[in-house]
């Protein structure tokens, strides 16, 4: 018997063992199931009005903050910015009904937005040195040059919005890119969070402790307490810190301290109870015809397009908070061109600032987990009347601000964190992905903090040529979170090996969400109360 001698088979590796689970796996969730109420369903009418009413508290920080910041730059005093604060919440409330009705018809309040702080700045150094007869006359011309400036940039959203040009460019966005750009939305905003908390602390610290105790804690102490805390516990913490600064004030607490602790803790510093006038309705051209300069124009022309990149990522958070679908391309189309129409109108009142979707809103959102619709139309009746009766409108305006940077802690952070959840629809073990993410995030978060410090230091943007209105646009791009997200997260998501992970991306969940017809839920959250489509061309829907 001969021996053959056959070569030896290499060993196959061995796929690794499966192991089981050790607890139950959870499948992706396209609506947050403890929500109490979604976009369409409604609490009753006593808890919808106090709703209403707390979503105006929440935006009337940032409105004040944008006044007080601006205003004693171009010139004015503190009836000048008690007039200015009347108009952004005239305007708020004017912008919202057209949004919740015409716009995306999610619950969002449309505010002041900080995106038009650097043109606007720009705008007020043109004529910080130039002569006038008193401080007065230069404020009322500087609104008047920013009046023009909004007017004709907010054609720009109008024509990229009902072109449908950005409805386009946001097809090429999947999860893997909305994920970072939702996150910084709110993370992005982290200066107006515990950094103006520590301006006060004695008044912010608790306010944020307070919050986080009543709402999350206490109401699990009572069956009957539960619903009440959970959505009115801000409320009641506000009260209460409200109170114990104004006993602050009283007692002379901050008698012998620093003049900015006082513009921060005091209770009386505002000055606007007294100066604002008991009824004064906003009405067009209030400050005189507008000034139009070009250079002007193009730098508010950068913020007009910063806007739309914070808009859209706050309509996918309040889309979240509201129980509802992602939005499709085509409404956050046609929320772009009336967001323009918005500018054009915040131009033609004499506004200061444009409008953008209100973060802490979103957030509040959240909070109270009650996503409705009529809640955020019901807040602009708040808003638009004490935009007229000045006198009452002042006197929640005089809130300490740290009382509003507690808030928002939380507030930014709940949005920050529904963007986090939108990873559920992708492959998140997908080293690619996790490669865009990280680089989208960081640089959304790191490249915005280098122009703002640049800024600070040198009283300019990092970008400086000889043509100003250049230098502002980029600046303002590049100073944007969720701008900066949104470009380095499309470039990178569609150029590294985006024709073979369509799966990993999350497309096949994604892309239903973004045609008119792609999914029926579509109609049933995003269409118009009135057949519109009977009277406007479908084109421009």
């Given at each position: 018997m001969v021996e053959t001698n056959h070569?030896?088979?290499?060993?196959?590796p061995t796929a690794p063992p499966v192991m089981a689970p050790r607890g139950p796996i959870l499948p992706p969730s396209e609506q947050l199931l403890q929500l109490q109420f979604c976009i369409h369903s409604h609490p009753s009418w006593p808890e919808t009005i106090m709703l209403g009413f707390q979503h105006y508290i929440v935006m009337l920080g940032t409105t004040v903050m944008v006044a007080t910041l601006l205003v004693p730059q171009m010139?004015?005093?503190?009836?000048?910015?008690?007039?200015?604060?009347?108009?952004?919440?005239?305007?708020?409330?004017?912008?919202?009904?057209?949004?919740?009705?015409?716009?995306?018809?999610?619950?969002?309040?449309?505010?002041?937005?900080?995106?038009?702080?650097?043109?606007?700045?720009?705008?007020?150094?043109?004529?910080?040195?130039?002569?006038?007869?008193?401080?007065?006359?230069?404020?009322?011309?500087?609104?008047?040059?920013?009046?023009?400036?909004l007017i004709v940039s907010s054609f720009l959203n109008i024509i990229i919005g009902y072109s449908k040009a950005w409805g386009n460019y946001l097809r090429f966005c999947s999860p893997v890119v909305i994920v970072p750009v939702v996150c910084v939305v709110g993370l992005g905003l982290f200066e107006r969070g515990f950094p103006q908390?520590?301006?006060?602390?004695?008044?912010?610290?608790?306010?944020?402790?307070?919050?986080?105790?009543?709402?999350?804690?206490?109401?699990?102490?009572?069956?009957?307490?539960?619903?009440?805390?959970?959505?009115?516990?801000?409320?009641?913490?506000?009260?209460?810190?409200?109170?114990?600064?104004?006993?602050?004030?009283?007692?002379?607490?901050?008698?012998?301290?620093?003049?900015?602790?006082?513009?921060?803790?005091?209770?009386?510093?505002?000055?606007?109870?007294?100066?604002?006038?008991?009824?004064?309705?906003?009405?067009?051209?209030?400050?005189?015809?507008?000034?139009?300069?070009?250079?002007?124009?193009?730098?508010?022309?950068?913020?007009?397009?910063?806007?739309?990149a914070e808009s859209t990522g706050t309509y996918y958070a309040a889309a979240r908070f509201a129980g509802a679908t992602p939005p499709p391309a085509h409404v956050l189309s046609r929320s772009v061109g009336l967001q323009g129409i918005g500018m054009l109108l915040d131009g033609?009142?004499?506004?200061?600032?444009?409008?953008?979707?209100?973060?802490?809103?979103?957030?509040?959102?959240?909070?109270?987990?009650?996503?409705?619709r009529r809640v955020v139309q019901i807040s602009t009746a708040f808003m638009i009347f004490f935009s007229i009766f000045g006198k009452f409108g002042a006197f929640f305006a005089s809130i300490p601000f740290p009382i509003f940077a507690a808030i928002y802690c939380v507030?930014?952070?709940?949005?920050?964190?529904?963007?986090?959840?939108?990873?559920?629809?992708?492959?998140?073990?997908?080293?690619?992905?996790?490669?865009?993410?990280?680089?989208?995030?960081?640089?959304g978060i790191s490249v915005p903090q280098y122009f703002s410090e640049f800024y600070a230091s040198s009283g300019h943007g990092p970008v400086k040529t000889d043509a100003g209105w250049f230098d502002q646009i980029l600046n303002s791009i590049f100073s944007s979170a969720p701008t900066v997200a949104l470009l380095v997260g499309t470039l990178l998501d569609n150029t590294l090996d985006a024709m073979h992970t369509g799966v990993d991306r999350g497309l096949p969940w994604w892309v239903p969400f973004q045609n008119r017809k792609g999914d029926i839920r579509n109609e049933e959250f995003y269409s118009f109360p009135i057949k519109i489509h009977e009277h406007i061309p479908t084109r421009f829907l």
């Open positions: 070569p030896e088979v290499p060993a196959q010139g004015g005093d503190n009836g000048d910015k008690a007039r200015v604060i009347q108009t952004l919440l005239f305007m708020s409330g004017l912008n919202t009904l057209l949004q919740t009705f015409l716009g995306t018809r999610l619950p969002t309040v449309m505010s002041a937005s900080f995106a038009f702080v650097i043109p606007v700045v720009s705008i007020i150094n043109d004529f910080r040195f130039r002569n006038f007869a008193d401080e007065h006359e230069r404020f009322v011309h500087t609104m008047r040059a920013i009046q023009g400036a908390v520590g301006k006060c602390v004695e008044i912010g610290l608790p306010m944020l402790i307070l919050l986080v105790i009543f709402q999350q804690y206490l109401k699990n102490l009572h069956e009957r307490t539960h619903s009440l805390l959970e959505r009115f516990a801000l409320l009641f913490c506000i009260v209460i810190i409200w109170s114990f600064a104004a006993v602050l004030t009283a007692g002379g607490a901050y008698n012998n301290v620093s003049e900015k602790t006082k513009q921060h803790c005091r209770t009386d510093r505002s000055y606007l109870t007294s100066s604002a006038p008991w009824i004064k309705i906003p009405y067009p051209f209030q400050w005189g015809a507008p000034i139009f300069v070009v250079s002007h124009v193009f730098g508010m022309m950068g913020s007009a397009l910063v806007s739309i033609i009142f004499g506004s200061v600032v444009g409008s953008t979707a209100s973060v802490e809103n979103v957030g509040l959102l959240g909070l109270t987990r009650v996503g409705s507030l930014f952070g709940l949005v920050a964190s529904v963007g986090v959840s939108f990873i559920q629809f992708t492959n998140n073990n997908s080293l690619r992905n996790l490669y865009i993410l990280g680089l989208s995030l960081f640089l």
